[in-house]
């Protein structure tokens, strides 16, 4: 930055913090529920939907009482669905999506025609690779994603539409070409800015959208089944989670105005990269490669919980004060997601060579919630599915670029289906109240030539 400019910058900064501050003490005192959390830190109730169920707790005499996680999708827990997954051998994503969107299983005739419109609508538009990918490349994949999703209004003949099948088609056609445009993305990130070569495969027929994925992402295209359903699995468990999660509801909110869908996805793959929301897988794995520096021995328990002790009072990591990983707005007692990443990662990681990495974030799910505790009290605490996705997808050999992307991919299902909900139900802009704390007095302007 010009001297000039970072001084003219600071100036107002100055500025700006010298006439504006707002203590967190008033929101308190005025009963604002920041975040929009109740006191008892469930979320405030917002909306309507029958889509996903986050269970983390059960409200026992008007309290909330810690429970083992669950995740349900339309009525079925995500557990049945991923046992089936791997007790019949088979890639379980496509019928997530077709679950989420229409509130039932497919039958197989619907499944083979759902695959075969997914498949068809992986390629993306003619040029468009060339002319709003390659020509302004980006060295942040989300950003790039938001982009891209907003760019495809311009190549759709009837974008604006809400009609249920003019939105439906949108979302499919999202949900199949996103993974197109992320390592499309990154391949050209490899390029221009890490000076490498680039692969630019096209999609193989018949492939899932796991097999997709890892097949054009590789320069290669070389992958073992048991690779493609470990990212399979990551699919699923990430497919949706409720309406009040920050994305998810980012994509109701503006969905509630009449906006177009390319909008309203965009906002949610903003939201989701915040290091607060789906940014935190990459967090954990910044988190784990300071841990293996820092850590002599990372089967000594008390080292361990000493240097995650250091971490919350801010001595070591990234000084945030923050365990990534470890910690959720619903569940308590565990996120069940984390239990079958846990699970279903371990063989690979011995396969591979990341034991360590992998014992020591078990040892971090272990240990955090009562090094938390004696830090800093309050509710039960739990790993959640950060703790383990961002180093599934670096033994899958998957760049750190895409760990987020990888995260968005998996979701867009979930937002596309709140989306339709919010437009065909919801029927009501969303319009919090916010409290005014600035002075009222109308006699306040002063002449310009009389200010100092």
Not at 419 to 440: C, D, H, Q, S
Request: aromatic share 8%; hydrophobic share 40%.
């Amino acid at each position: 930055m010009d001297p000039t400019n970072a001084s003219s910058i600071a100036y107002l900064c100055e500025e700006y913090i010298k006439n504006n501050f707002i203590d967190p003490e008033v929101s308190e005192r005025l009963g604002v529920k920041r975040g929009l959390r109740n006191p008892d830190g469930t979320g405030v109730l917002a909306g309507l939907t029958n889509v996903c169920d986050v269970v983390g707790y059960e409200m026992v005499d008007g309290k909330p009482v810690p429970t083992d996680g669950r995740l349900i999708y339309r009525g079925i827990d995500v557990e049945r669905i991923v046992n089936a997954a791997f007790a019949e051998d088979r890639f379980m994503f496509e019928e997530v999506i077709w679950l989420l969107l229409f509130a039932k299983l497919p039958t197989p005739a619907q499944l083979a025609n759902f695959k075969d419109t997914l498949e068809r609508y992986r390629a993306l538009p003619a040029g468009f690779v060339e002319d709003m990918i390659m020509k302004a490349p980006s060295p942040n994949i989300m950003n790039k994603m938001a982009r891209s999703v907003l760019a495809l209004y311009s190549y759709d003949d009837n974008p604006e539409s809400l009609d249920l099948q003019n939105i439906m088609r949108q979302s499919v056609a999202l949900i199949a070409s996103l993974p197109s445009i992320v390592v499309n993305a990154y391949q050209v990130k490899r390029r221009i800015y890490d000076h490498a070569s680039m692969f630019l495969h096209l999609p193989v027929p018949g492939q899932s959208t796991a097999e997709h994925i890892l097949s054009t992402y590789r320069a290669d295209q070389n992958f073992t089944k048991e690779e493609a359903r470990l990212l399979d699995l990551c699919l699923v468990l990430h497919a949706d989670h409720g309406g009040g999660n920050n994305s998810t509801f980012s994509c109701r909110v503006l969905s509630s105005t009449g906006t177009d869908t390319y909008s309203a996805i965009a906002a949610a793959i903003g939201s989701l990269k915040g290091p607060k929301h789906g940014g935190a897988n990459h967090k954990v794995m910044q988190m784990l490669d300071m841990m293996r520096e820092n850590i002599r021995d990372a089967a000594d328990d008390e080292e361990v919980a000493a240097y995650l002790t250091k971490l919350i009072r801010k001595e070591a990591g990234d000084r945030s004060g923050l365990i990534y990983g470890v910690g959720h707005a619903v569940y308590t007692k565990s996120d069940p997601r984390a239990v079958i990443l846990r699970r279903n990662a371990r063989s690979l990681a011995i396969q591979k060579g990341y034991d360590e990495e992998f014992s020591l974030l078990y040892a971090v799910e272990s240990l955090a919630p009562e090094v938390m505790r004696r830090e800093k009290g309050g509710k039960p605490i739990c790993a959640n599915v950060d703790l383990y996705s961002g180093l599934i997808y670096r033994m899958l050999g998957i760049s750190d670029d895409l760990f987020t992307p990888l995260f968005a991919i998996s979701r867009i299902p979930g937002w596309c289906a709140h989306r339709v909900e919010e437009v065909m139900f919801a029927n009501r802009i969303m319009r919090p109240a916010y409290k005014y704390l600035g002075t009222n007095n109308t006699n306040d302007y002063v002449p310009l030539e009389e200010r100092v």
